[in-house]
């Protein structure tokens, strides 16, 4: 055999054995994702249960806006709750302004938080945040029992609590909305029904 004949059957050979750790690898891959589900949202036990129905409250939002949170509605209601001082809760605000500029017919935002309403009415301005109803409530932070900031809760039509969680990305975010679409608690809860 001359020279080239040799090169050409090991250069195949080269071939087949990448294209076979190529299949090896993309196999691991499927195995990985499978074993590491996406996690959803931070689910937790304090506060209004998953179902049941949320408190009501009628308040004035810092641009004197009428909200009222935990009645009926025409549509669904997320309450997101942040603080001006809360890096990950500026990182998701564009993710927020998008969700209502895309979902404005089907989704209520509302943002929640308390403290000094100079300090959050720069924030709204600073944030570009005027289309999006703003109050500052203590009594609601705590009767939702938010511990952690950025927290969401997704209220039904019905004021009933559809999905609640600690949302640090916006995979998390939209995990809160899948749940309610896919009438389940949470995504954790879904994942843990498919396996058993």
């Not at 935990?70 to 001082?85: I, K, N, Q, V, Y």
Request: include cysteine.
């Amino acid at each position: 055999m001359d020279t080239l004949t040799i090169s050409v059957v090991l250069l195949w050979l080269a071939v087949i054995a990448l294209g076979v750790m190529l299949w090896a690898l993309s196999r691991q891959v499927g195995v990985l994702f499978e074993r590491v589900a996406p996690m959803g949202a931070l689910v937790t036990d304090a506060g209004p249960a998953v179902g049941s129905a949320s408190p009501v409250f009628a308040l004035r939002g810092i641009q004197s806006e009428v909200v009222d949170v935990g009645a009926a509605s025409e549509r669904p209601m997320l309450l997101f709750f942040l603080s001006p001082t809360c890096p990950v809760c500026k990182k998701l605000i564009p993710v927020l302004k998008a969700l209502q500029r895309d979902e404005r017919r089907r989704l209520a935002i509302v943002l929640a938080s308390d403290g000094e309403q100079a300090e959050h009415l720069r924030f709204v301005r600073e944030q570009g945040l005027e289309s999006m109803p703003y109050v500052l409530s203590t009594e609601l932070g705590m009767s939702y029992r938010v511990s952690r900031l950025p927290y969401a809760v997704l209220l039904d039509a019905r004021g009933v609590v559809a999905s609640k969680g600690l949302v640090n990305s916006r995979e998390q975010l939209d995990s809160l909305l899948n749940a309610h679409d896919m009438s389940t608690p949470s995504i954790q809860h879904y994942l843990g029904g498919k396996a058993a």
